[in-house]
């Protein structure tokens, strides 16, 4: 123990040590196998029509297996951020104790997460204040990773160890930080549940980790089967495709397919709704759940976006006796009330007369907020064309595409059957079309004298993958495009100049799936935080 270390956390027992170390005890983790049941029912590409009501029986939930004691201890004074490496020399076991106090924590558990088997739970008591606290763990190559660091009071306390596959073993230590210097607990070890087989990892065909981007998961949304309907599955996987978080709806015909992280990046979100966009809202949560609400948001259609404030933007598709009666841009704000932003109704009637308000007029599979000009991004598949409202005042800003009077260059560019219209931070504009008799990711620069999209960037004219519904593109922050072929079931992740860095395939024989929205996250720690104020009115998961 460190000569800095005060002497008054030398006074906790040995057999207290002795009895902490034996409660850090597991047994066996059952598979998650439970299966499902799923309905052949069928939808439009993209359109809300009646729900499937698929149900089953979710995850079995069995007790954890392989912990042992680690007597051997290593040096490590290099302290990292959420989810970095340490150096290998520096984090090794060895059998140098002099670091270690076992009098500092005591009673220490460890276990499964009961509802997401790659998450270990570990709880202890603390002697006495520390300047912080977190978890030191390794599960593959000696690279070592630390947790977020929690205030060090004394008493009891709670993290998780986050980012490991399943059935993996972890070895792992308790850090506390005293007077600059950090105490450990023995190394011990868990081992990771075992993944529910219907959250079947793809195939990597190609990582090329010089060409990739920077950050080491994906957060997004995949089907249990070839369903568009789903039921769905949000997962997050790391650069070889392992599953390392997982999450379904317990009432498993929901419709999950647009997931996103908070404004802030301390959360996750994603829709949950039935086909025909009943019970409908955001379920936000903490990887570990400590977090869960829901805002109910009736009448939601599919996408959403949060904004600076915590207020929730999403469209709706209103229906009484089962016939379409409104379709609206809303924002549900804090204090629980909804305004609307854009009515659907009378746009619609300009263009197909004062029949009936067709669903296929007023889908929209974005919804993307830009605080810098106060705008929302609207893309209408079936019309072939993007909208951009001004938050305010509701009003049409831009209106691109087969009803609006822009032109294209090169000419025979356009919007078919478009998805995920978004702008970079560049004010570039992305979409996901198809082009001609394929399929293309497409960047194009905004001339407002010319009213003119003008191509810069193209990718998959030499891709044979046409997707019939979903997809996807978003250029993301470390400068690579990351997009997917929806129901043709492809991820790439493409670098400017046209290479692939990262291709994932969910097309094995017989098990085809549909994939919804996806994002690249730098740190799961940071999505564990969960927000900095709970006081929205909400209902608790």
Sequence with gaps: MPSSTPSALLKTSSLLCCLCLAACSS?????????????????????????????????????????GDDDDQGDDDDQGDDDDQGDDDDQGDDDDDDDDDDDVFSDIEVEVHPTVKTVLVVRWN????????????????????????????????????????????????????????DVESPTMTQSTGTVPSQMAPPEVVTFDEDLAGPERWMLGAVTEGDQYQGPYWIYILDR???????????????????????????????????????????????????YSEIAELSGMCDAFDFTDSG???????????????????????????????????????????????????????????????????????????VLVIDRESGEIVHEW???????????????????????????????????NSGHAFVEFEIDEDEQTLRE??????????????????ELMPGGTVLANYGDDAVLMEITREGDVAWELHWRRSGDKRVLGHNILVPSLYDLNRGPESKTLTRRPR
């Excluded at 998805?419 to 504009?429: L, M, S, T, V």
């Design 27 to 67: 047994s066996s983790a059952d598979d998650n196998d439970a299966q499902g049941d799923d309905d052949d029912g069928q939808g439009d590409d993209d359109d809300p029509g009646d729900d499937d009501d698929n149900q089953g029986d979710d995850d079995d939930q069995g007790d954890d297996d392989d912990q």
């Design 126 to 181: 603390q002697a006495a204040e520390s300047d912080s606290s977190r978890l030191r763990f390794s599960f593959e190559n000696d690279e070592w990773h630390e947790s977020n660091p929690q205030p060090g009071d004394a008493g009891s306390h709670r993290d998780v160890i986050l980012g490991v596959p399943g059935d993996t073993e972890v070895k792992f230590r308790i850090v506390a930080e005293i007077d600059g210097a």
């Design 240 to 290: 070889q495709g392992r599953v390392v978080w997982y999450y379904q709806d317990a009432e498993k015909q929901r419709m999950m397919a647009f997931p996103r992280t908070s404004r802030d990046g301390r959360f996750i979100a994603t829709e949950r709704k039935t086909f025909n966009n009943t019970d409908s809202g955001v379920h936000m949560m903490t990887l570990d759940h400590e």
């Design 311 to 385: 207020s929730i933007i999403y469209n709706t598709l209103e229906r009484e006796g089962g016939q379409l009666v409104r379709s609206r841009l809303n924002e549900w704000t804090a204090d629980g009330d909804t305004r609307e932003i854009w009515d659907c109704g009378p746009w619609a009637e300009q263009y197909h007369g004062n029949g009936p308000l067709d669903r296929k007029w007023c889908y929209s599979n974005t919804v993307d907020w830009y605080p810098e000009q106060n705008w929302i991004t609207l893309s209408l598949p079936y019309q072939n064309t």
């Design 401 to 435: 595409g087969d009803l609006a009077d822009w032109t294209f260059e090169p000419s025979e560019v356009s919007f078919d059957f478009n998805h995920w219209a978004n702008f970079a931070e560049d004010g570039k504009f992305w979409v996901s079309s198809h082009v």
């Design 456 to 473: 810069l960037w193209r990718f998959g004219d030499d891709v044979d993958f046409r997707p019939k519904s979903k997809g996807m593109v």
